[in-house]
C-alpha cells in the first residue's frame, strides 16, 4: 500500500510576523482546507452574507499556474486559496517524509546548507509553524505529527512548534500522546477565535471553549489573537468571548491584530486599533511579514 499524502499550499522559510514569536526565524507549512470560510472579513456589513463581495470567488485563474502569483485579497479570508476547491488544482501534496523534506529544502542556503533548524552560525534554533486553512483538521494533525516524527529521527529538533488555529477542532488521541511527554521542544498554540461581527462566522461553529481548554490543558504555551476593526460591537463581542475562555480556566494572553492583510489596510486602521487595545490593556500584534516583505505569498 503506497503511503498517505497530504495537500498543502506553500512551504517557505520566513518570520512569525504576529504574536508572541513575532520576528522568530520560523519555517512553515500551510496545509490545504479549512472547516471555516470567515467571509465577512473586510465586508461593510460582516453579519450580512447577502452584502458580501468576495474576490476569490470571481477571480480569474486562467493565467496562474501557482500560489505565489496569487494578490492578496482585501476581503474575505485573506487565505481563501488554501482552502477553496477553485484553486485545489494549485496545491501541492506529499507525504511526510517528502513534506519533512521539502521543509527542510526551504531552509537551505549558503550558511545553513543542510536547512537544519539550528543555524550553524547563531546556533539559535528557529519554529515550526503549522498553518493553514486549518492545521488541526484530522489529517493535519495526521502529517504533522509524522513530519516532525522525521525531524527526530534525522535529529533536527525545532526550537518550538506552532500550530496556527482556529480553535474549533478536537485533539486526536495519537496528537495529545505525542505531545503529552515531550520535553525537548515547546508546543505553542497560537489561536485566533473567529467573531462573528468580524468574520460572519456564526458563534457557536466558531467559538468552542471546551476545544481550546483541551489545547490549554495539553500546552500552556500560547495565545489568543482576535483580529478586530475599530467598530465598538467588535470589542464588546470579543470581551465577551473572552470572558466565556476565562471561566474554562483558558488563561492565554491576548492579542489584538487590526482587521486587513494588506500592508494598506494595515496602514488605515493599525494605529487606532492598537491605542484602543492598549487603552484596554491587551497586546497589540501587527503582521511584521507585511511590513518587511509587502503583500505577497509564501512569506
Ligand atoms: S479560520 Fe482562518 S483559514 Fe479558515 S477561513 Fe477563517 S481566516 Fe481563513
Not at 453579519?47 to 502569483?69: A, G, H, R
Not at 481550546?212 to 500546552?219: A, E, N, W
Request: overall charge negative; aromatic content about 14%.
Amino acid at each position: 500500500m503506497s503511503e498517505k499524502e497530504y495537500l498543502y499550499s506553500e512551504i517557505f522559510d520566513s518570520i512569525q510576523g504576529e504574536g508572541t514569536y513575532t520576528g522568530v526565524h520560523s519555517l512553515w507549512l500551510r496545509f490545504f482546507l479549512c472547516n471555516l470560510q470567515c467571509n465577512g472579513f473586510g465586508q461593510l456589513d460582516p453579519k450580512d452574507p447577502s452584502t458580501y463581495d468576495l474576490p476569490f470567488k470571481s477571480f480569474d485563474i486562467s493565467n496562474i499556474s501557482k500560489v505565489e502569483d496569487l494578490p492578496v485579497w482585501d476581503k474575505g479570508c485573506d487565505s481563501s486559496y488554501s482552502w477553496a476547491k477553485k484553486y485545489k488544482h494549485l496545491m501541492s501534496q506529499g507525504t511526510p517524509a517528502v513534506l519533512a523534506k521539502r521543509i527542510m529544502d526551504a531552509g537551505k542556503n549558503d550558511t545553513n546548507p543542510n536547512g537544519f533548524f539550528k543555524h550553524p552560525i547563531s546556533g539559535q534554533k528557529s519554529d515550526m509553524c503549522f498553518t493553514g486553512g486549518e492545521p488541526l483538521l484530522l489529517p493535519s494533525q495526521e502529517a504533522s505529527i509524522a513530519i516532525l516524527r522525521y525531524f527526530e529521527d534525522v535529529s533536527n529538533i525545532p526550537r518550538s512548534v506552532t500550530y496556527e488555529t482556529n480553535g474549533t477542532i478536537n485533539l486526536t488521541f495519537d496528537f495529545v500522546k505525542f505531545w503529552k511527554f515531550k520535553t525537548d521542544y515547546e508546543l505553542f498554540f497560537s489561536i485566533s477565535p473567529k467573531l462573528f461581527s468580524v468574520t460572519g462566522e456564526k458563534r457557536g461553529d466558531a467559538i468552542i471553549p471546551e476545544v481550546i481548554s483541551q489545547y490549554y490543558k495539553l500546552s500552556n504555551r500560547g495565545h489568543l489573537k482576535f483580529v478586530l476593526g475599530t467598530h465598538n460591537n467588535h470589542w464588546e463581542e470579543m470581551e465577551e468571548v473572552l470572558q466565556i475562555l476565562r471561566k474554562y480556566g483558558i488563561n492565554y494572553p491576548v492579542y489584538i491584530m487590526p482587521v486587513g492583510a494588506r500592508e494598506e489596510d494595515q496602514k488605515d486602521i493599525a494605529g487606532e486599533v492598537a491605542e484602543m487595545a492598549l487603552n484596554r490593556g491587551y497586546n497589540v500584534s501587527a503582521r511584521m511579514h507585511v511590513y518587511l516583505f509587502g503583500n505577497a505569498i509564501g512569506t
